[in-house]
């Protein structure tokens, strides 16, 4: 069996770590962010004055929003297409980045429809227009490293794992002042996001000597820090390690891929919007229970970080980090039980097909999925 290993020409750490844009050779950049939280502090101007010390152009594409979808992703294409950018740089959170990922792809090939690009190895080079940097706002995605995005069909509620290998950013910034900024309940739900990428990646069918190690160092960060971040937010200290452990799980994920857990969270966040990272957690113990049965992988990993019981450790830390135990509990949006009675099965078929599911430890039936989606809506 063979196997690749990709991930960014350049990853920049650091506090400062942002000046590296001064550094690039270029003519033009196109700058993709969220909502306001880039520009309110700051970050996007002092990356336009950093750019602009290149001698570049620089042009804003803003307001993509938390679950970016088809239409978002167009409209940044037009965008660039008008004002032919030779760099793309991303800032902000992983919807931003995963958003310019794919506005980079239909700025290189506007002739593809999103339809196109779903089927993994079906998008076509890029890099023959613009290159890529990547500077992260959250502690959780790994955009800035791997070479996944995922973009919503509004029209059919479906979140759509997009994977290429050219997605793998040119330059990732890690710059830790930046996520310092983030609320705690963003620091937490994209902390248990990292958590999941490493678990997910470490138990993965395509898991190998090259991957294990980030993904054991990765879950090793975020018990000792993750906690920290959240009671402690201008702790740089913490924040370093978070924004590593990132960039560490998203070097095992895109290399391993996922499992189950991912399949799940993007197809119940497709059904009513709840925060990824939020449906990873509570979901996560679940699926290492069913998991466990697959692969002994879950024991290597406490023996090797002296944890007695690794679904009783993220238990804790997710009632530490006020993580409800059920989706019936969220209280970030409202799931209710006929609401999510009535897309179950479709929910259900959709994480089967799922790219994700395909590197699981076990392939789960339609009823495997059903049956877990409940155990995490009521406990059980």
Known sequence: MTFSFSIP????????A??????????????????????????????ISELNKAGMECTVIDNVEPNPSVETVWRGAKAMLAFE???????????????????WCFYEHPHLTFEDIIPVGSMPALRNKARFVAIPSTSGSASEITAFSVITDTAHHIKYPIVAADLVPDIAILDPTIPAKMPPHVT????????????????????????????????????????????????LNARMHMHNASALA??????????????????????????????????????????SIYT???????????????????????KRLNIPETLGQCGEVEIKEAAFMQVLDRM?????????????????????????????????
């Open 9 to 16: 020409r350049s990853i920049i750490c650091g506090e400062n």
């Open 18 to 47: 942002l000046d590296h844009l001064a550094t690039l050779k270029g003519k033009k950049a196109a700058l993709v962010t969220g909502g306001s939280s880039m520009k309110r502090f700051g970050f996007l101007d002092r990356a």
């Open 85 to 103: 950018p030779d760099w793309i740089v991303a800032i902000g959170g992983g919807s931003a980045l995963d958003a310019a990922k794919v506005m």
């Open 188 to 235: 937490v739900h994209t902390g248990m996001d990292v958590m999941t990428h490493a678990l997910e990646a470490y138990v993965s069918t395509a898991a190998n000597s090259f991957t294990d190690p980030y993904a054991v160092e990765a879950i090793r960060l975020v018990f000792e820090y993750l906690e920290i971040a959240y009671l402690s937010p201008n702790d």
């Open 250 to 291: 998203g070097i095992a994920f895109t290399n391993a891929s996922l499992g189950l857990v991912h399949s799940m969270a993007h197809k119940i966040g497709g059904e009513f919007g709840i925060t990824h990272g939020l449906a990873n957690a509570i979901m996560l113990p679940y699926i290492i229970q069913y998991n």
């Open 296 to 318: 002994n992988k879950y024991q290597k990993l406490e023996k090797a970080l002296g944890i007695g019981n690794l679904i009783t450790a993220i238990k804790d830390l997710n």
């Open 348 to 380: 259900s078929h959709n994480a089967v097909d799922d790219p994700c599911t395909l590197t699981n430890p076990n392939q789960p039936t339609v009823q495997d999925v059903k049956t877990l989606y409940s155990s995490a809506y009521y406990g059980a």
